[in-house]
Structure formats: C-alpha cells, structure tokens
C-alpha cells in the first residue's frame, strides 16, 4: 500500500478520531437512556437482541459479532443468567458447549429496551443521517465494517 501524504494522513486520522468520539459519546447516551428506563447497559441490549434474533446461539458466536473475547463474553451470558434474562441449555451436537436462549423475562426487556433505543437514535442521529448524505455516510460505515470483518481485523485472539 502506497504511503498516504501527510494531509491525507491527518484527514484519515481525524475521521478516526470522530467516529470514535461518536461512537463514544452515543453508546454512553444509549447506556444513560437504558439503566434510567429498564436497569440494563447498551453491552446487555445488544447481547439480548442477538439471542432473540438468533436463537440457538454459542458464546462463540456473540464474541464473533461483537468482536470480543470469548472470557468477556461468558462473563456478559452468566450476569444476563443471574438476572433471569437468558439461559444455557446443553448443546445435542458439542457436548463442550452451551446454546443460549432468552427466558420471557428477558424477551421482554429487550422488546421494551428496543423501542427505548429506537428513540433515542432517531433523537440523537436521525436529523444527521437524512437525505442523501446521510444514505452515503450509512453506505460507508457498512462497507468499512464489511471489510474490517472479511479481513478479520481487531478480532481477538482469545
């Protein structure tokens, strides 16, 4: 790859430097909005969503999608279990694994947390993403994120 000319270079890092700080800033908005209305952190949301939407799931399969270490995740799976929001159930085909499921409790919450985070995102970056800036600005994200994840990239080893 050829080397980038020092403005390139700062324009690079400056697009890091704000989808990071967004980033930032809307998870901690979104964590504010979630413990206020439902007791729960955007990480619980997102690891509820994912068991609703695919049902059957490993542990191995969450830290595959949220791009964190398999320790982490199970640590996330045992405090959603303490809770009353999710279960292990044994795995038929991987005696060493567990398939994970919501309990009605925890199809509740997460039902209930998506419309809170729905409105908040709409509050927070709907005017943002309108029009056709914002269609390219979506269409970027998801290609970059496409890449990243076709490559393998800051996934954890472990």
């Known amino acids: 790859m050829a080397s980038k000319s ?35 952190v955007t990480s619980q949301f997102e ?11 490993r542990v191995a399969d969450l830290a595959a999608e949220f791009a964190i270490g398999i320790g982490a995740t199970s640590k996330g799976i045992d405090r959603l279990e303490k809770h009353g929001w999710a279960v292990r159930r044994p795995n038929p085909a991987d005696r060493r694994s567990s398939l ?44 970059l994120r496409s890449l990243l994840e076709r490559d393998q990239v800051g996934t954890p080893t472990g």
Do not use: K, M, W
Not at 47 to 57: F, T
């Open 100 to 143: 994970l499921a919501l309990t009605d409790d925890g199809s509740q919450l997460v039902d209930a947390a998506e419309a809170t985070v729905t409105d908040a995102l709409a509050e927070l970056i709907g005017d943002a993403l309108d029009g056709p800036p914002g269609a390219a600005t979506r269409q970027v994200v998801s290609t």
């Open 47 to 57: 690891a509820l969503r994912y068991l609703r939407d695919h049902p059957g799931s």
């Open 6 to 40: 020092s403005g390139e270079a700062a324009g690079l890092q400056s697009f890091f430097a704000d989808l990071v700080r967004c980033e930032t800033r809307l998870y901690n908005a979104l964590n504010d909005r979630l413990r206020e209305r439902h007791g729960i």
